[in-house]
Every structure is written in structure tokens, then in C-alpha cells.
């Protein structure tokens, strides 16, 4: 099947009752038809036998195949959020004495649970300038357990060579682990080009509309039963199943979705190159330092932008406040247009330095590309601008 078809319908399970719509299971738990048969699940349960919300549900299941039946992965695991699959990830596979090398620009929860969680439990953490093979090369050592990288990198949209750092990866036995929100599920083969693990926030382009927080891990069969599952069944990162449906619903229009935002995102990027009033950063710009990795890896520049106003944050806030279309918000990946101002939102964490260092300057502004029409935004983008 291609891509739009396993997304309409893989992984559905129709009950007895022949559902046209994947049904909604909102259930903790199940029935034993005796105790024996309670024993019998606990022992193994098969594939369409389930125990407690919090190990698997049919919505859940349904879910995670179909998304990995869109990676192109062996199994998946749905999590409560993109956090829950990211700190489930690395912490299932890692202990004391590991060394775990990241790339620097990081969304600033992954950021706390490198340096602040995993090292609390004596994992060593190396941060590189991810899109310099060299430093990745210098980086890993035999010990290096795993690596960690986003790819398009938030906010700053840097591009990691997924091929690139998991052959130096490796090369020293390392898993390497993709968190692939901003290229999408649509864009990106993580796992084609060489990831081992793939990492998804759902509450981002999968959802679309902005309703529910979710989040899976995707590899193989292995890693996926016998090391992560034990650990996110019994620490509580479960996906509620409402939102398991919600998402899996997300999964019938993702491509539509995304092929469209990316199509409004480069007619934005475009129109905007050239004002003399804001530097356009977009992977699909021929002016963006890793464009040509972004079209071999993606095939597309993506569905976020980062606009770097000039004045800093006294003008990006004036930007904000003018525009009438866009909402100031922190999602991305919603069907609505959304911006945000990291420097003093989801990066206000970090020292001021640091925000250098990644180039979240004080006038950088990111912008989520909606469902409107690309024209209307246009407008709206330059209307604020002239309010600067
Ligand atoms: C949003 C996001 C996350 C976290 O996802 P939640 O669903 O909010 O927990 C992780 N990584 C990246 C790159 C994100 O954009």
C-alpha cells in the first residue's frame, strides 16, 4: 500500500459490530471470561488480547500500528506526550555510566531532560554543534550509548544529517534517536536514512488541530517490546485512549495536511525574503545554510519558518501584537497560524549567552504555517510588519 492508503486504513481493528469509523475504547481495563484466562493473559497475551490502559488498549494499538506502518517502523509505542516519549526513550535504554552525545539546539524540555534529568542519574552528556559531522566524529567514543538529535532543529531550524551522524554513530555501537516533529512523519524516512529510534510529539502535526497531547516511540520490535515497553507500562506514560483516537483520526489527513501547510510555508518564506525589515530562516530557501541536506532529506523546506525582526524584542513583540490572523501561541503543526517568541517563552530558561550561542537572538520569531489561505497570511505578516 502507499503512504495515503495505510493512513486511512492501517491498523484498524473492526469489532463485531462492522464500525466504518475506528472505534473509540474507553476503557481502563477488560473482562477475564474466567480466572484462568486472567492468568493465561498475564503470563502472554496476544496480539488482540489487552490487560490495563496502561500496557495497551485497542485504540492505542491501532494507533501505533498505523503510524508505524507510515515510518516504515517495526513497532511504535504511544506515550501521554512528546516528553513522555522522549524521556521514555532514553532513560529505558540508559544507566548510570552511559555517555549519551546531543546536538545543541534542542526544544527546551529535551534540553532539561539531558542535562538536568539524565545526568542527576549519572549518564554523561556531550553537546555538539549538530550539523558539523566533525564534532559528532570528535563527540562519540566506544561507551557512547546513544545520540540524540532533533532534525529540523526548534526553533533555530538547523538540519542534522540523519545519515551522516548515525554512521559515526555506529561506528561505535550507539543507538541513534530522531526527535522528527518539525520534519514531520511526512517529510522525513528517519528510519530509512539510519535512525534507530524515532520520536514524535503528536500533540503537533499528527493531532493538526490543536485538541490533545500525545506522543510515540518508533523502532524496532526488540527495543520497542523488551526495553521500552516494560518501562513506560510500569512508570505511567500511557496515551489515554480518547486521545489515541483523536490522533489516529489526525493520521487520515496528515499528508493533506502538512503537503499543504509546507506549500504555504515556502509562498511565506518567499514573499518575505528580500523585506529588508526581517531575515527569513527556511530550510527551503536556497539562502539557508543546510538547504540542499533539507531537499535530499526532506524533499521540502517543512511547515515552520523563523523570522528575525529587526530591532529585537522591542520590534518582534510589536510584530506579535499586530498581527491579526496569526495567534501568539507556543503549538505548531495546527490547522491555526501560530507564532511564538522563544527568547522570552519556551527558551526564557536559558541564560542569555546560551540563547546566543543557538542563535535565538532577541528579535527571532517562529512561526507555525496554518491551513489559511497562503495569501491571507501574506498580508497579515506585512501588515505587522508596517506596524513595526
Ligand atoms: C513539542 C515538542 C516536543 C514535546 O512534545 P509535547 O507533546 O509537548 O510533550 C518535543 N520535541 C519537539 C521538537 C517539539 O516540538
Redesign the pocket.
Known sequence: MKTRTKLVHGGTRRSQYGEVSEALFLTQGFVYDSAEAAQARFIEAGPDEFIYARYGNPTVAMFEERIAALEGAEDAFATA??????SGALTSMLRAGDHVVAARA??G??LYVLEEVLTRFGVEVSFVDGTDPDQWRAAVRPGTKAVFF?TVA?PTLEVVDIAAVADIAHGVGATVVV?N??ATPVYSDAIAQGADVV?Y????HIDGQGRC???VVLGRRDYIRKVLEPYLKHTGGALSPFNAWVMLKGLETIDLRVRAQAASAQVIAEALQGDARVRVIYPGLPEHPQHALALRQMGQGGTVLALDIRGGQEAAFRFLNALEIVLISNN?GDAKSIVTHPATTTHQRLAEARRAALGITPGLVRLSVGLEDADDLVADLRAALDAV
Open positions: 506526550s512528546g516528553m513522555a516519549a522522549v534542542l526544544f524540555s529535551c532533533e526548534n526527535d516533529v518539525f520520536v510529539s503528536a500533540t503537533k497531547l500525545g506522543g505548531l
